[in-house]
């Protein structure tokens, strides 16, 4: 298998405060990856330094073959990012927002119009394609942001904290069609998320982050043998994890 | 060429994506037509009973005409930053910063977008203008200089507005700052009064104000007996190599309004 995303001693310091600390991990190809954390333990950070949004202080960091300091744009080219907030622009239609995105991922005319009927179709959205986005419910709007994502058939997709503020239903359809992403195209995922039960079904792998550390890594069945407890839960786990003092 | 291509496709991406908001909801594009409406109807008329200020010879309803125009496209492009930071609150220019396409493309984009509401405040001044009998310029392409210089004024101020943005990052600290600046740089400009008129100190700032020279190359490409103080050439000078430099400023900069 492939590595696709790799850390070495990865740092990002905010003044005196080092939120990302000597970090070093790798993801491989197919992987879903879940980062789990308190808040403030350096999940965000981490992403942002992973899809260029922020350069590190200090170590490297590669995405996708490619390094995310030198060679951000090479890295913008492989990845998605499903960011926290929602970033559907919402004065503008469905459709606006997925044409958009064709576009500055330099996606031919034929494509594009292919593409585009097919993200609003899977997200269930082909009813509403004209409709400006900012009317869309919450679970509408981060099934549309997910196929934006995809439009340019990332290696790695980053979603931070894709179901937070959602209802149950709208859960459910964001997790089925991270599972399709994940099946059919075999789309390498890294999300975040503060749902123990979401981290178990989806992840083949988390990491929990406490400090700006790494301080657990494995499956989820490894993480709670790790625990001795037969019947511990992931929460039991995160919250042993996470209460620990800094280093 | 291909990186040519795809800067430039890029840009009209975001030109597009701007036009396509306006056409949803176009109030904005009215409501900006009020103020220099008023600003010609109620001040332009009180004052051109005065005759005080020394305008070399065209009556004062001529000579600030170009002056609101000008103000008209600053203020409108003074707070275009603002969306910038609504983008930045919502969490759409994220979006846009892990897409491969060039950040100066970005700015550049969004500095078009603002010339195209500025094209869109030109048309409503000229009619007002034209309606209030002010002496126009008979030459055609005098009036295409003229827009060319509401374009470049509106990709200066909206970009220096979207380097503002980046650095303030908040709303309030933005608006702070937008109204601070605004009218320095309209009263430190000759929009509605000769330079020589000032002060010397407010000369010397008015000087490195790109708003005189908009202002001084409107004057003397709108009107039927325009004159230019600085010359036009130097006009134009000034005014794309700083539309020009703030491209590659704002380029380097925007990514930190995220941070």
Not at chain 1, 216 to 241: C, N, Q, R
Request: with cysteine; charged share 15%.
């Amino acid at each position: 298998m492939d590595t696709i995303v790799e850390t070495d001693s990865l740092t990002r310091k905010f003044g005196q405060f080092t939120a990302v600390n000597g970090l070093s991990i790798s993801v491989q190809a197919g992987e879903t990856m879940g980062l789990l954390g308190s808040n403030g333990a350096g999940k965000s950070t981490l992403i942002k330094m992973l899809t260029t949004l922020l350069p590190p202080t200090s170590g490297d960091a590669m995405v996708a073959g490619f390094d995310v300091a030198k060679e951000a744009s090479q890295v913008r080219r492989h990845i998605g990012y499903v960011p926290q907030m929602s970033s559907v622009d919402g004065s503008l239609t469905a459709t606006e927002n997925l044409e958009v995105f064709a576009k500055l991922y330099s996606l031919t005319r034929a494509e594009r119009r292919e593409r585009v009927q097919d993200a609003l179709e899977y997200s269930g959205l082909s009813k509403f394609a004209d409709r400006l986005a900012g009317t869309f419910s919450g679970g509408m709007g981060r099934r549309l942001e997910i196929a934006i994502s995809t439009l340019h058939r990332p290696r790695v997709l980053f979603l931070d904290e894709p179901t937070s503020g959602l209802d149950p239903v709208a859960r459910d359809t964001v997790w089925d069609r991270i599972r399709t992403l994940r099946d059919e195209f075999g789309t390498t995922l890294f999300l975040t998320t503060h749902y123990m039960e979401e981290a178990e079904s989806l992840c083949s792998r988390i990491a929990i982050m406490h400090a700006g550390h790494v301080v657990a890594l494995g499956t989820p069945a490894e993480l709670k043998a790790s625990w001795g407890d037969p019947a511990a839960t992931m929460d039991d786990v995160f919250i042993h994890y996470s209460s620990k003092e800094p280093a | 060429m291909k990186r040519t291509g795809e800067f430039f496709s890029a840009t009209f991406t975001i030109v597009e994506l701007e036009f396509r908001k306006l056409r949803h909801d176009p109030t904005e594009l009215v409501s900006r037509a009020v103020q220099p409406m008023l600003w010609l109807l109620v001040f332009g008329n009180v004052f051109s009973k005065l005759h005080g200020i020394p305008t070399g010879g065209v009556p004062y309803l001529d000579f600030m005409a170009p002056g609101i125009l000008s103000q008209s496209v600053l203020f409108m492009s003074i707070f275009y930053g603002i969306s910038s930071i609504r983008e930045r609150d919502t969490g759409i220019i994220v979006r846009f910063l892990v897409s491969p396409a060039p950040r100066t493309a970005l700015v550049f984009g969004k500095a078009l977008a603002a010339g195209m509401r500025a094209l869109s405040q030109t048309a409503f001044v000229y009619v007002v203008v034209v309606l209030m009998g002010v002496h126009l310029s008979s030459n055609p392409l005098a009036h295409l200089g003229v827009i060319l210089l509401a374009l470049l004024g509106a990709a200066f101020f909206s970009l220096f507005s979207l380097l503002v943005a980046s650095i303030t990052k908040t709303q309030e600290r933005f608006m702070g700052i937008g109204q601070l600046m605004t009218m320095p740089l309209f009263f430190a400009s000759s929009a509605l009064y000769p330079i020589k008129m000032m002060p010397g100190w407010l000369q010397v700032v008015s000087h490195i104000n790109p708003l005189s020279y908009q202002v001084d190359a409107m004057r003397a490409l709108m009107l039927e007996n325009g004159t230019s103080t600085f010359g036009l050439g130097t006009d134009f000078a000034v005014l794309i190599l700083a539309s020009g430099a703030m491209v590659a400023i704002a380029g380097r900069i925007y990514s930190q309004i995220v941070t």
